[in-house]
């Protein structure tokens, strides 16, 4: 796992190092969900957050690395929205609050860390509330472009089901899970990258 000193200086530049656009699933997944609260774990430069503040969702967007989140903040600013920036790790913080929709994309930490941070995110739903999981998966390291080559930090979605579901919510429900393909822009054109991707939410 790499630490926030690792990401303060991958963030230390002036452009953004996943541009400012949301991810490019994020906005099928969210569609047709109630707008309400949100929850973005491990934000990074904080574009997810920001995207779904500017479609009206209370958005809240968490990180360990400080740098990212005075990027996110400079972000938002500069499209005219409000984030609430909480300065944290994600695979040890805990909160009683409860929110309508959190998201986790491509956090890369091994198994252990993992499955406390999805175990919570689940965990911090409303009733009624959806989780969504991104990362690399495993499969990326043989048949798909970049991402992290250390397969302890990837991703398949049977572990990210048993992830969530190890928060012991009884009334969390699978929606879907499995692999989806990534455009990725290179300077030698256009590639694929395997991500995995699981929704689910809590009952009502």
């Not at 968490?62 to 005219?80: C, I, Q, Y």
């Not at 991402?147 to 699978?174: H, K, R």
């Amino acid at each position: 796992m790499s630490g926030s000193g690792h990401w303060d200086e991958r963030y230390s530049a002036e452009e953004y190092v996943w541009k400012t656009d949301p991810n490019q699933f994020l906005a099928s997944e969210v569609e047709g969900l109630a707008i309400g609260r949100s929850l973005d774990l491990a934000t990074g430069e904080g574009r997810n957050a920001v995207w779904l503040a500017t479609q009206g969702w209370q958005s809240t967007g968490l990180d360990f690395s400080a740098v990212g989140l005075a990027k996110g903040a400079k972000l938002a600013e500069s499209v005219g929205v409000t984030v609430e920036w909480i300065h944290a790790d994600a695979t040890v913080w805990t909160t009683a609050d409860k929110f309508d929709l959190c998201v986790v994309f491509y956090l890369q930490v091994p198994q252990a860390q993992r499955t406390a941070a999805f175990a919570a995110a689940a965990q911090c739903l409303a009733p009624g509330g959806t989780v969504l999981v991104v990362g690399h998966d495993r499969a990326n390291l043989r048949d798909g472009y970049g991402g992290p080559q250390d397969a302890n930090v990837l991703y398949s979605a049977d572990e990210v089901q048993q992830d969530l579901l190890a928060s012991e919510l009884p009334d969390l429900v699978i929606d879907h899970a499995g692999q989806k393909l990534r455009s990725v822009e290179t300077a030698d054109g256009g590639a694929v990258a395997i991500d995995c991707l699981v929704r689910a939410h809590r009952a009502a």
